[in-house]
């Protein structure tokens, strides 16, 4: 079983920053993917952003641009960098990794950008 577990949301302005964090742990094999996804209220959940073990991402159109996300492979870990922020990101976002066959849910972090 490969546990989960975020950081870094939280309260902010409209224009600020945040940098949400995840780092697995448990009987982890050979994680491939690591994304980050959210889910607004009333929304379904989407995905954000992705990286692949050798660095290769994709994002949402709509956070193409503002939002970076990174990985240290060694260590497990999987970062979201979130730059000019608007009300619309506001929601629950939830790291998510895939360690084949499985992929394992983190239990999300709020994130609330007031305008």
């Known amino acids: 079983q490969v546990r989960l577990v975020e950081s870094g949301g939280g309260l902010v302005q409209a224009g600020g920053s945040l940098t949400l964090s995840c780092v697995a742990s448990?009987?982890?094999?050979?994680?491939?993917?690591m994304a980050w996804y959210r889910q607004a209220p009333g929304k379904q959940r989407e995905l954000v952003a992705r990286?692949?073990?050798?660095?290769?991402?994709n994002y949402a159109d709509s956070v193409n641009g503002r939002f970076t996300i990174s990985r240290d492979n060694a260590k497990n870990w999987v970062f979201l960098q979130m730059n000019s922020l608007t009300p619309e990101d506001t929601g629950v976002y939830y790291c998510?990794?895939?360690?084949?066959?499985?992929?394992?849910w983190g239990q999300g972090t709020q994130v609330t950008v007031s305008s």
């Open positions: 448990g009987s982890i094999g050979s994680i491939s993917d």
């Open positions: 990286i692949t073990r050798g660095g290769s991402t």
């Open positions: 998510n990794v895939v360690d084949r066959p499985n992929d394992y």
